[in-house]
């Protein structure tokens, strides 16, 4: 034995009260780890901080937009040249012949507000969003007795004005811009004085449709919710039953046997697939092999019901398995069928389990875009909304991981916006979903 | 050899290593321990007797503040090993660990070798600087836990590959191995067969030489069998503690009587 | 009598069989319920069962062989036209499915009686007008065989459609006549209704299988199509990635594999440490406020769709890595989307996983290890860093696994932040390319589905199949094994 072990067993009766060197390194040491693991959670803080902040920042914008408060004369020469107010010989007049009467009004509303301007009268279009002519075109079809009279109209306002109110565009981008001079911002603040454009909240963003490339200010959610909406259906629809009905087998029934090992060892790797792959199935199975419509929410709410299951089976099985046995004991022992004991009373007992466990796997299913790629839901702008049940799982439509996925891939960055924006609609839609689950588990839960 | 300092003879039955004064534990709502005090001997083997549920492993933990890592555990009163109040504020409950040594009711090697299931103290408070040291305390102690010849041969081996009593020896070594002063045991031998619950009772009246044991056991003839003294809790509460012999064959309490003769238990 | 129609009868069968099975049963006993060996109501579900199934099942397979039988019984008719080649031979099946399905539209819509749709001919060469006009578009004029084949695609399937309702309503009778012969007071009921419940818990519980089977049925299939037309070697030994729609492509895997790995493994070198401590800071140190805190909040970021990473990673974190090593900075960095910007931001999505399955590891730790070492006098890092980890590292490894194929099989993040460019390259601050960025591109554009372009994509689908099966099979066995070690 060396002096060094000799010595520390030569000093009995160490005092615990003095703490040695040795202790204070290790103590060192300790704080230095737990600092270690507070870094760790912080770091987690910062980026849910930072990856929420920025959601919100970016996309808060876009549910407001800029419109212009212009009052026009419906001048009868050009909307209705027969003069006879017939709303079908006036559908003939295209939103063409309607744009000259609406760059006249901007004209004469600048003029009016005696600003002095360099932008010549027909530029004026720069202002304005070009589905400002359908909008008033729409309005005159479907009041006729409006023509020859001088309407105020709320229209939206062009996407580069739009930018300017929420400093997306500056005046030095401006000057790189073939859409729009420096000249039409200044008509705007001018305007925006006079309190002629404001900056409102815009119900289109939440329910209107997409629109083309060049027109991010008329772009909406509405008809891509609408998809999701049809594909959750057909995912609720079929993934419960099923993924009841599966769990049920395994976790009651199934006997020990190879079947039951390969379907248990199907679902713990379906659980962990990349959804990615289930896009090739759905499009090799669905769409290529048995011909069903491309882009439809039902081909899509089928993809997503078999990326779902595994989810659904996994908590289902563990509300069931949360059910006491005595339970099971007790209906059999009244002579209940196995079956119906579970059917009786395992099964609602276990209900509200599996629902939480549902709504989590339907949340999961709502916000996955990379199958929905592959079925064709992106690239395809949604200006329609389905017109009946079956025209909404039938139809071509988008859903809003993916209307958010083809804003994103658009060039205009006024589109970004939009893009951030329906990602808070999405979350919305996501935290109401989950705290619908946690609601039911804490109302339902049960102490056995 | 731990105690050269003191004259062999100098080491009486009086020598008080451990003193608690009215101790209390509360686990959140429930009172556990109500107001003990007790005097530990040194070189003794103390037996902490008493139905399940009685109090007596919570009172056990606070001698090493092993209830510290329970969230909900509050310890009061006044404990002192070797005059130290052992819950002053300076106190590292970490060097107290060292000097007060503990085996559990059931055997905890860790996933690692024999080897380094016994060298795992030692590392951690330094007490060797070479591989050599470490090679001697390891031997040392696995001798001193009466298992050496058993794994001289297969000290790499994975300790949990033992068997029950086995393990629970391999415990006792790693405990040893730091050099306490104290050793206490928390039922050691509940988890074992009776042969080897022999062996690690024979260990126990050997460590008595060198170290204040302090078990905790529910059978009453381990009791009787190892230990000097005894103290018998019931409900929380120190009902009486004595010389053993004095205790088993003659109770103060009827309360002890009665569960010394198997009628509450 | 379409589809909707024979589906509708039978279920009205079977709803019919129901009252007529649970009339017949109480009637034999004479109307003493008790005699009964089960319930009514079963008798009456047995029956409507009975009626039900066989002929659903018998719907639904034949739905799924007529269109492949019809195909089969037409395609000598246009295998003048190209047979040598099955690609050819498929566009060519597209092409008669196309005009079947225009004439009938035609007829459908009043412009073609259903008389001249049997006997136009080819050469009257109106057909594209006359269905421009009932509203079908076609590509091109249509020739002799592929109408001919068209025509009898619509004959064989009219009569198909005309077998199929007869044999499947005679189906249904046969078995409501069957079932209501057996009905009487002994007759067990409730136990055929049981076994048929049970058949139907089976049925669901094999969707699971059938799932899998579908995914490797479409993935090898396709995959086998693809090397026939271009040399297995070079897809998989390859440096060069560029495909042409043209034809000339160059398919090498390598590039894209590259892309994978390096951007998971910036991903796991993220997520790994930061997941592993806070796991352990929650499970061991934390106290219960700052777990019932800490803890959602990294659950939050588990329930983030990936779209949104995707999304963040292009805008915020690409502009943000600019700004430090782009030319405004370092000068490392050419554009925002680069491997550094994908890897990171899959980094923060792996970090709850890696730390919910880390935590669960830890916890399945059992309390006597921890116990034992503080009893030696360990402080709690050195028991977390000496007894816990070791005791917990298989379990750890089967997590790190995990997140691995998550990582490999993410998509929206690198398709938004990894770039497109196909390299393999060391400079974490170039762009690359996925395996399953790829898939997306291949399958997205208008190439047709036969072209090696958009065939290497079910070839990459396959890899990345194998790829996260091997370390999922992998990661389980390791876990199962670590939790049996403590059971």
């Known amino acids: 034995m060396t002096d060094a072990t000799a010595a520390a067993a030569l000093a009995p009766k160490k005092s615990i009260i003095t703490v040695d060197d040795r202790t204070q390194k290790r103590n060192a040491a300790e704080k230095r780890f737990r600092a270690y693991g507070i870094a760790a959670i912080a770091a987690g803080m910062v980026f849910l901080v930072v990856l929420l902040g920025s959601i919100l920042l970016n996309g808060v914008t876009a549910f407001q937009q800029t419109f212009i408060q212009v009052p026009v004369y419906l001048d009868p020469a050009k909307v209705d040249k027969e003069g006879n107010r017939d709303p079908e010989e006036m559908a003939k007049v295209s939103t063409f012949g309607y744009k000259p009467l609406l760059i006249e009004a901007m004209a004469e509303l600048v003029t009016e507000r005696g600003i002095e301007t360099e932008i010549a009268p027909g530029d004026m279009d720069a202002l304005f969003s070009s589905s400002a002519v359908a909008q008033l075109r729409d309005r005159v079809l479907a009041n006729p007795d409006l023509v020859g009279e001088t309407v105020s109209f709320n229209i939206l306002a062009a996407s580069r004005v739009d930018g300017y109110l929420k400093d997306r565009v500056s005046r030095d981008s401006v000057a790189r811009d073939k859409n729009i001079d420096a000249g039409h911002l200044d008509i705007v603040d001018a305007l925006r004085a006079e309190g002629d454009v404001v900056k409102r909240f815009n119900w289109d963003f939440i329910l209107g449709s997409d629109a083309s490339e060049s027109r991010p200010e008329q772009a909406g959610m509405g008809v891509a919710m609408l998809g999701s909406f049809f594909m959750m259906l057909v995912v609720l629809g079929l993934s419960l039953p099923i993924g009841v009905a599966a769990s049920i087998y395994l976790e009651e029934f199934a006997p020990q046997n190879r079947l039951t090992d390969v379907i248990e060892v199907n679902i713990s790797n379906l659980a962990a697939v990349p959804s990615i792959v289930f896009g090739i199935l759905g499009l090799a199975v669905f769409i290529q092999f048995m011909e069903f419509p491309q882009s439809a929410p039902l081909v899509g709410g089928l993809v997503l019901t078999l990326m779902t299951l595994p989810t659904i089976i996994i908590s289902t099985r563990a509300a069931l398995k949360s059910v006491p046995p005595s339970i099971r004991d007790a209906a059999l022992g009244v002579g209940a069928s196995k079956m119906q004991s579970v059917f009786h009373h395992v099964l609602p007992l276990a209900m509200p389990g599996i629902l939480t466990g549902t709504i989590i796997g339907l949340a999961q299913a709502l916000g996955e875009t990379a199958p929905l790629l592959l079925i064709g839901m992106v690239g395809y702008i949604a200006t329609n909304y389905p017109d009946g049940i079956s025209s909404g799982f039938l139809d071509p439509n988008s859903a809003m991981p993916a209307q958010i996925y083809e804003w994103a891939k658009r060039a205009d960055p006024a589109y970004y916006e939009r893009a951030w924006g329906g990602i808070i609609i999405l979350l919305v839609f996501l935290f109401a979903m989950n705290a619908i689950a946690i609601l039911l588990r804490r109302k339902f839960e049960r102490r056995w | 050899m731990y105690d050269r300092t003191f004259p062999e003879n100098a080491v009486t039955a009086q020598d008080i290593k451990i003193e608690a004064k009215g101790v209390n534990v509360h686990y959140g709502d429930t009172h556990a321990i109500k ?231 | ?349 792996l970090i709850p996983f890696v730390s919910s399955l880390s935590d669960d590891i830890i916890n399945a730790v059992p309390q006597a290890m921890r116990d034992g070492s503080y009893g030696l006098g360990a402080t709690q890092s050195e028991t977390i860093r000496h007894v816990i980890i070791p005791a917990a590292l298989p379990g750890i490894v089967g997590a790190i696994l995990l997140a691995a194929s998550r990582a490999i099989g993410e998509t929206m993040i690198v398709v938004l932040g990894a770039g497109a460019a196909a390299r393999i390259s060391g400079n974490p601050f170039e762009a690359m390319t996925t395996v399953t960025a790829k898939i997306v591109s291949q399958l997205t554009g208008d190439a047709d589905f036969s072209s090696p372009e958009a065939l290497v994509a079910f070839a990459l689908g396959m890899t990345l199949f194998v790829l996260t099966l091997g370390l999922n099979v992998l990661a389980l066995y390791i876990v199962r094994r670590f939790r049996e070690q403590y059971e």
């Open chain 2, 35 to 265: 107001d003990v005090s007790v005097d530990i001997q040194d070189k003794t083997v103390t037996a902490f007797i008493g139905p399940s549920g009685c109090g007596k492993s919570t009172f056990l933990r606070c001698f090493n503040r092993m209830n510290d890592t329970i969230d909900s555990a509050r310890v009061t009163g006044d404990i002192r090993i070797d005059g130290e109040d052992i819950y002053d504020k300076r106190v590292d409950p970490v060097q107290l660990r060292a000097k007060v040594g503990m085996v559990f009711q059931k055997p905890n090697p860790f996933p690692k070798s024999i080897y380094d299931n016994v060298a795992y103290g030692p590392k951690i408070h330094g007490l060797a600087h070479t591989r050599a040291d470490l090679d001697d305390i390891v031997e040392k102690a696995l001798r001193r836990g009466a298992i050496w010849d058993e794994v001289k041969d297969r000290l790499q081996a994975p300790g949990t590959g033992l068997s029950g009593g086995q393990q629970q020896r391999l415990c006792i070594a790693r405990a040893i191995a730091t050099e306490p002063e104290v050793l206490l045991m928390d039922e050691p031998c509940s988890a074992l067969d009776p042969i080897a619950t022999g062996q690690v009772e024979e260990l126990i009246d050997e460590l008595r030489r060198d170290y204040s044991v302090v078990i905790v056991t529910h059978s009453m003839q381990q009791a009787a069998r190892v230990s000097q003294k005894t103290a018998f809790f019931h409900l929380g509460n120190l009902v009486e503690y004595g010389d053993t012999d004095e205790i088993f064959t003659n109770p103060q309490d009827p309360k002890t009587e009665s569960y010394i003769t198997g009628r509450i238990g």
């Open chain 3, 1 to 349: 009598m379409p589809f909707y129609w024979t589906l509708a009868t039978i279920l009205g069968l079977a709803a019919l069989g129901f009252f007529l099975g649970r009339h017949r049963a109480v009637a034999s006993v004479g109307g003493e319920r008790r005699k009964l060996h089960s319930l009514r109501k079963y008798y009456g579900i047995n029956v409507a069962m009975k009626t039900l199934t066989p002929a659903l099942g018998l719907l639904v397979v034949w739905l799924i062989a007529q269109p492949v039988i019809v195909e089969w019984r037409v395609s000598d008719l246009v295998a003048g036209t190209d047979v040598a080649d099955t690609r050819v031979q498929t566009l060519v099946m597209v092409d008669v499915r196309r005009v079947a399905n225009g004439l009938d539209t035609a007829v459908a819509a009043g412009v073609l009686s259903e008389a001249d749709a049997a006997s136009l001919t080819a050469d009257s060469g109106t057909i594209r007008d006359t269905l421009g006009d009932a509203g079908v578009a076609l590509g091109s004029d249509v020739s002799a065989p592929v109408l001919a084949a068209a025509q009898r695609y619509r004959t064989l399937s009219a009569r198909a459609d005309l077998t199929r309702t007869v044999a499947v309503l005679a189906v249904a009778l046969l078995g409501l006549g069957w079932s209501l012969r057996e009905t009487d007071g002994d007759f067990r009921a409730r136990n055929v209704v049981e076994q048929g419940v049970r058949g139907l818990l089976i049925g669901a519980a094999c969707i699971a299988i059938l799932t899998t089977l579908g995914i490797v049925l479409s993935l090898v299939f396709n995959t086998i199509e693809f090397f026939r037309i271009y040399p297995a070697s070079e897809f998989f030994f390859s440096t060069t990635w560029s495909p042409s729609f043209g034809g000339g492509s160059q398919l090498g895997i390598l590039p894209l594999l590259w892309g994978t790995m390096y951007i998971s493994l910036i991903a796991l070198a993220v997520a790994v440490p930061i997941g592993l401590l806070a796991a352990i800071y929650l499970s061991e140190y934390a106290s219960k406020r700052v777990r019932s805190v800490a803890k959602p909040a990294l659950e939050i970021l588990a329930g983030i769709p990936t779209i949104v990473y995707g999304l963040f990673a292009l805008l915020t974190v690409g502009p943000m890595l600019m700004k430090v090593f782009g030319d405004g900075g370092l000068g490392w960095m050419q554009a925002g989307t680069a491997v550094m910007t994908a890897g990171l931001v899959m980094g923060i999505m």
